[in-house]
């Protein structure tokens, strides 16, 4: 934990190519979280429509056990964002992120 699902109307060929290695570092450290712990998984050319406009646009949901509250949320949304305009050029107001913060049994792993 924590799983991060990125879903982007973005073609492939513009997302960096070492983008997932470099996000997933900067969310170990900005949740302070172990990055042997992270899973990320990217979906780009998605069919995204936001506020009626199908403009290049990035949805980030975070999962992940007891990280999110209403204090630490926008801080964390300020560095995602600021990390994802710097390698993506997408403008702040077209990345959009939801933070899901659960209890410990709500997750598993096989062993």
Known sequence: M???QVTTSLNKG????DFAKKFSAFLAETLDKPIEKITLVITCDA???NAGDESPFMLISIISI???NEKDNPGYTDKITTFVK???KLP???VQIVYTDLQPHMAGKGK
């Open 47 to 49: 069919l995204v429509c």
């Open 86 to 88: 710097e390698e993506t």
């Open 2 to 4: 924590p799983i991060v």
């Open 92 to 94: 702040g107001n077209k």
């Open 66 to 68: 007891a990280r999110f």
């Open 14 to 17: 513009l997302i960096p190519t």
